[in-house]
């Protein structure tokens, strides 16, 4: 059993739990994630290890509350308690050893960015983070990057920060040169975005995928994507690969397929407490 130690409202649909997992806490690395399950016959459901505490013994959870499994987790309040976390998984983020990073989170992909943001910088590596939202209230681990680096912030209404997507600043800031790797996670629409600033401009990108994800061992195939024109698991082989060699047309295609159960599973939620995530 993982005990709720402490729980915050990132966004309108996003929140994070820090949750007692001494040992993941100890030896997670920069891109890895836990495969969570909240209770006895509940759903797994994959999410990256945003941040430990090795004092406290805790890992940060980020949870996008979009169907029936995470709205249930995040119903969890401190001092209650997840049954499973098995982890850390997926092979830990390639991080360069000195130079300029630059660090693009779109939304909840933001908490991805953020372990990766600070692996950077425990390395000395200059990191320049460029994070976006739909408007000042989706933006989020702000203040724990401005810790890293410096900070531009995008919202797509111009409420905060800069107006547009944060492929609109990524592109002005590759345009001065000088960046040495790209990261990028967030929506599938953006990180293809981001792959079609940095290809002409031979940046080497690395994206986060998060197709459908069921074992989380390799076995299944839920996870499966084309990269390079092979086919590899997320799960084992990522979820961190080289954007220039994934088929984001294929990884939409599967990421649609579910969508019809996900909305059924949302239309069973009691009136307005899942919605607010559904696009
Ligand atoms: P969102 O739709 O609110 O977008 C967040 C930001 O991404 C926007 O503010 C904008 O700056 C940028 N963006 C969005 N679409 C873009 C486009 N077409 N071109 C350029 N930039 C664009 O994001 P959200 O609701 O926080 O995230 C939802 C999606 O992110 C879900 O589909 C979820 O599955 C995915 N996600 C991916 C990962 C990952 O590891 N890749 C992790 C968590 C969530
Ligand atoms: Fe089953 Fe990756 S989740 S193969």
Redesign the pocket.
């Known amino acids: 059993m993982h005990k709720i130690t402490a729980k915050a409202r990132l ?1 309108p ?2 929140t994070r739990l820090d949750v007692e997992a001494p040992r993941i806490a100890q030896i997670r690395r920069p891109g890895q994630f836990v495969i969570v399950r909240r209770g006895e016959g509940a759903e797994r459901i994959p999410l ?1 290890i945003a941040d430990a505490d090795l004092g406290a013994g805790t890992i940060a959870l ?1 949870i ?1 509350a ?1 169907g029936k499994s995470t709205q249930d987790l995040v119903a969890l309040e401190p001092g209650e308690a997840i049954t499973d976390i098995s982890g850390p998984l997926g092979h830990p983020t390639e991080l360069i050893a000195s130079g300029r990073a630059l660090c693009i ?8 960015v953020h372990p990766i943001a600070q692996g950077l910088h425990q390395r000395g590596v200059d990191v320049l983070s460029i ?4 408007s000042k209230e ?3 681990f702000e203040p724990e990057l401005h810790r890293l680096g410096k900070v531009i912030v ?3 209404d111009g409420s905060y920060g800069r107006h ?5 600043a990524a592109k002005d800031e590759l345009a001065h040169g000088g960046i040495n790797i790209v990261y ?11 792959v079609k600033l940095t290809k002409p401009l031979g940046v080497r990108t690395i ?4 197709p459908v994800m069921v074992d989380g061992t390799g076995m299944c195939g839920g996870c499966r994507v084309d990269v390079g024109h092979q086919t590899k698991f997320a799960c084992v082989d990522g ?1 961190e690969f080289d954007g220039h060699e994934v088929d984001f047309d294929l990884l939409m295609d599967r ?1 649609g397929t579910y969508r019809e159960f996900e909305q059924q599973s949302l239309a069973s939620c009691p009136e307005g407490t899942c919605k607010i ?1 559904l ?1």
């Open positions: 966004s649909n996003v990256t980020v996008q979009v989170g779109g939304g909840v992909g933001t908490a991805v994070i976006g939202g739909r989706w933006v989020i995008c919202t797509d547009g997507f944060v492929t609109d990028a996670v967030g929506p599938v629409p953006m990180m293809r975005a981001v994206v986060s995928l998060n979820p990421l995530g696009k």
